[in-house]
């Protein structure tokens, strides 16, 4: 059996970059830190974390510690106004391709653009990004079925989530362009990371007889590859950890892919690698 492994499997820029401000921070100042939410969606990451004393708090009233690290997801602006109020040491991991997302938010919803953002209204960062509109003046669209709310009368602009489905995003664009009647601004927010590990999905997706998901089951972009991979590979299957394989699903496998979302560690990648080779000894 053949285990080819995604090259951009795992953590991404802005997600390691967040992760190395966090330790750093906490090893400098020895206390107990705080983020606004888990600072991935990765419950044993965070729960490594938890180990050298950085941990979630849900809201600004539950800061403990007299540090808070903002999450590579960014956070609302209504919850850093209110962080500013507080004598609290801001470190900021918002990623940076977020950070645009919220810029031209700011930008198109400053002159007037009804936004259209294509994304998980749940998500902590759709919930960021949006948070920077005007109210009342934007939809947060999940599928096309929902564009028939949309005055196609105003000028709209399009900004989506950074770990959107590219084709999604792409079928978005078309309807609009095809509807809308004064004017339209597309803004490409889906990041690179992201970009690249769909590409690279699909293509190991499309030669695989079995294809593994490694990430969070709160994961935003392990999911959208498990289900960019599951449309082309039946045989495709997300986990969390390598203790939830299945010997039954390497039976006759010949060629096994795996990838893993953004905020997937190295190490949970190699351990999924080492028990599926065991897999493979007792399927013999
Ligand atoms: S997936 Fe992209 S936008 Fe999100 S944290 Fe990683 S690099 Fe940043």
């Keep these: 059996m053949k285990i080819s492994i995604a090259p951009s499997a795992g953590f991404c820029f802005g997600v390691k970059r967040a992760i190395d401000m966090a330790v750093y921070s906490a090893g400098k100042f020895g206390t107990e830190l705080n983020t606004i939410g888990p600072i ?25 510690s007299d540090t808070i690290i903002i999450r590579s997801h960014g956070i609302k602006a209504g919850i850093a106004d209110e962080i500013a109020k507080k004598d609290i040491a801001v470190i900021d991991a918002t990623c940076p391709f977020v950070k645009k997302a ?47 709310h949309v005055d196609f009368t105003e000028k709209i602009a399009l900004i989506s989530q950074t770990t959107q489905d590219v084709m999604f995003y792409l079928s978005v664009i078309y309807e609009v362009f095809r509807r809308v009647k004064k004017g339209v601004i597309v803004f490409n927010t889906i990041c690179d990371a992201t970009k690249l590990k769909q590409e690279e999905a699909a293509v190991l997706a499309a030669r695989s007889d079995v294809m593994i998901v490694v990430g969070g089951y709160n994961s935003a972009n392990t999911n959208k590859l498990k289900n960019i991979c599951k449309s082309i590979q039946d045989r495709t299957y997300h986990v969390e950890t390598e203790k939830e394989l299945d010997p039954g699903w390497f039976r006759d496998a010949e060629n096994v892919g795996i990838t893993a979302g953004a905020s997937t560690p190295d190490w949970i990648i190699k351990k999924v690698v080492e028990k599926i080779k065991v897999i493979e000894k007792q399927n013999k």
């Design 102 to 148: 919220q810029d031209y938010m700011k930008s198109a919803s400053s002159e007037g653009y009804f936004i259209i953002m294509v994304g998980d209204k749940k998500h902590p960062e759709v919930q960021s990004i949006i948070s920077f509109a005007v109210a009342g003046r934007y939809m947060v669209l999940n599928n096309l079925e929902e564009l028939k």
């Design 40 to 64: 991935i969606h990765n419950p044993q990451v965070v729960c490594l974390l938890e180990e050298k004393g950085i941990f979630p708090v849900e809201s600004v009233d539950k800061i403990r």
